[in-house]
C-alpha cells in the first residue's frame, strides 16, 4: 500500500474514533512557549541547526523554527527543545 | 531544573564538535539514546553540546560510522557535576577532610549564642543591660536550645526596674534583645521617695508640687539633706506616701583654683642636624643611624610607603630628621600667666557642672606662689541652681 493511502486511511481511522492524529499519524507536536521556547515532540531529525534558524524533520514535513540566538536546550530521539528569541515556526 | 540536577548528579561533559555535518552525527546520537543538552552554534563548523559523562563512550562508534563522509572532531572541554568533583577530592583526600570538618564544625557552631546586641535603649547603658542579660543566664556560648526568652524578659524586667518592656529575640546564633524604658515623668510618679540635696547651698526658692517640705526659704542645707519628704496627708486628712515633686532652688558655691608658672622654656636651635633611618617590613623595623636623646632635639618625621599598584605594600621608610636645641626659660607677662590660670580655673569648674550663664557671683583671689615662680587663681562662684535630687524606695 503506498504511503499517501496509509496516511489517508489512519487520518481516516483516527477522525472516525475521536482519537488525537498526532498518535496515530505518528505526527510531531509543536509546542510554542511565548516567544522564547518551541518544543517539538516526535521530530524525525535535525535538518539544519544555525543560531538564527533551526530545521527538523516530521511526517507532516519540515518544521521551521526562525528567530535570532537559537540553542537547543535538549535535543533527544523524541524532542527537541530550542531556547532563544522565536520569530516565526514554518512547516513546510 | 530538575533535569540539569540530574546531569549534574550523574557528571556531564562539554564537548566540542568541529566539522561539517554535524546535524547528521546529532541525529545518530538521539537514536543511538545520548540526550544532548544545550547545543550552542559556535561558528558555521563548530557545536558545543552538553552530554552524560556515560553516554559520551557511545558517541566514538558513531564518529567511526562517518569516516566516509565528513570528518568530525570530538574534543572534551570541560567536565562537570559530583562525580568529577569527588574525584578531585579523592586527589586531595585532606581538602575534602578538611571542608567536611568545616562544615561539620559550622553546623555545630550554629547551635549556639554568639552575639547578644540591645536594641531601644536610650538612658541605660547597653553594658548594664548586657550585665543584667548575663546575669538572666544569656550569655555567649550558651547553646541554643537552652534558651528560655519569657524567662529572660522575666528576670530582665525584675532586675532592671527602669525597663517597662523586653523582648528577646533568637536569630540564629544572634540574640536581640529590645528594650523600652520607662519614661522620666512616669518612673518619678510610680515610685515612691524623697527629694534630698545634691550639694551644700542657701535656699532661695522652695516649691513642693507633692510631699511635705522639710526646709524653709532661707536655709542653709548640707549635701545628703532632706528637702521634700514624699509623705504628704491628703485633702480627706489621710497619710500619704508617695513621690515627692518640688523645686528647690538655691545658691550654690563652687571653688576651684588654677595655677601658671611665670617662666616658660622655649627650645634655641643650634643648628646642628641628624638624620636617622627606619625600614619597616611587616611588623619588623630596622633602625639605621644613632639615636639621639629627645630631651635636646626636636624630632620630625616622614614616611614613604611601597605601594604595588593601588595596593599598599608592608614596605615603608621613615626619615627621622633631630635638631638639636638648647632649652632656655623665658619671662611669661603676670597678666598672662594670671589669664592662664584663670582659664585653668574654670576649667576645673566646668568639670564640677558649673552652667557660665547660671553664675550669679564670682570672685578671684590671685596670689603668687611660694617660690615666685608660678602665679594661682582662685575663683569662687555662686550659682542659682536646682538642688534637689530624687530618690526612690
Sequence with gaps: MRPAVRQKLKRRFAETLDLPPSVVLDQAVIHIFGDSEVKIVNHKGLVQYSTACVKTRAVQGLIEVGGSELEIAFFSAQEIKIRGRIRQVMLK | ?393
Excluded at chain 2, 47 to 60: C, E, G, P, Q
Excluded at chain 2, 118 to 143: H, S, Y
Excluded at chain 2, 296 to 309: D, E, K, M
Aim: zero cysteines.
Design chain 2, 1 to 393: 531544573m530538575t533535569q540539569l540536577l540530574w546531569l549534574w548528579w550523574q557528571g556531564y561533559l562539554t564537548v566540542r564538535l568541529r566539522g561539517a555535518g554535524i546535524e547528521r552525527l546529532l541525529n545518530r546520537a538521539s537514536q543511538v539514546g545520548v540526550a544532548l543538552f544545550r547545543v550552542e552554534r559556535l561558528t558555521s563548523d563548530v557545536v558545543l553540546v552538553r552530554m552524560a559523562a556515560r553516554d559520551f563512550r557511545l558517541l566514538r562508534p558513531l564518529l567511526r560510522e562517518a569516516v566516509n563522509g565528513p570528518r568530525i572532531s570530538v574534543s572534551v572541554l570541560d567536565r562537570h557535576g559530583l562525580p568529577f568533583v569527588l574525584r578531585r577530592f579523592r586527589r586531595r583526600s585532606f581538602l575534602g577532610v578538611g571542608l567536611g570538618l568545616a562544615v561539620l564544625a559550622v553546623f555545630y557552631l550554629a547551635n549556639f549564642v554568639w552575639f547578644v546586641q540591645v536594641f531601644g535603649n536610650q538612658a541605660l547603658a547597653v553594658e548594664a543591660i548586657k550585665t543584667a542579660v548575663e546575669d538572666a543566664g544569656l550569655r555567649m556560648g550558651i547553646p541554643r536550645s537552652s534558651l528560655d526568652p519569657a524567662r529572660i524578659e522575666r528576670k530582665l524586667l525584675e532586675s532592671l526596674p527602669d525597663l517597662v518592656w523586653v523582648q528577646v529575640k533568637n536569630r540564629g546564633v544572634r540574640v536581640e534583645v529590645h528594650v523600652v524604658e520607662r519614661d522620666e515623668a512616669e518612673s518619678g510618679e510610680q515610685r515612691a521617695g524623697h527629694i534630698y540635696a545634691k550639694q551644700d547651698g542657701l535656699v532661695t526658692e522652695l516649691l513642693v508640687l507633692q510631699g511635705t517640705a522639710q526646709i524653709r526659704e532661707g536655709d542653709t542645707v548640707r549635701k545628703d539633706d532632706l528637702l521634700i519628704s514624699g509623705m504628704y496627708y491628703d485633702h480627706q486628712g489621710r497619710r500619704q506616701y508617695g513621690a515627692a515633686r518640688g523645686i528647690v532652688k538655691a545658691r550654690v558655691w563652687y571653688e576651684a583654683v588654677g595655677e601658671a608658672s611665670l617662666v616658660r622654656w622655649e627650645p634655641l636651635r643650634t643648628g646642628r642636624r641628624r638624620s636617622r633611618y627606619l625600614l619597616t617590613v611587616g611588623p619588623l623595623t630596622v633602625p639605621i643611624g644613632r639615636s639621639l636623646p629627645r630631651e635636646n632635639h626636636l624630632v620630625t618625621s616622614r614616611t614613604w610607603q611601597l605601594y604595588l599598584g593601588t595596593a599598599m605594600a608592608p614596605v615603608s621608610w621613615t626619615r627621622l630628621d633631630y635638631e638639636e636645641v638648647e632649652w632656655e626659660t623665658v619671662p611669661v607677662p603676670a597678666a598672662e600667666a594670671e589669664q592662664n590660670a584663670y582659664e585653668l580655673a574654670w576649667e576645673s569648674l566646668l568639670a564640677q557642672g558649673v552652667d557660665r550663664e547660671r553664675v550669679l557671683v564670682e570672685k578671684r583671689a590671685v596670689e603668687s606662689l611660694a617660690d615666685g615662680n608660678g602665679i594661682r587663681v582662685t575663683v569662687r562662684v555662686e550659682v542659682l541652681e536646682d538642688i534637689g535630687r530624687f530618690s526612690g524606695q
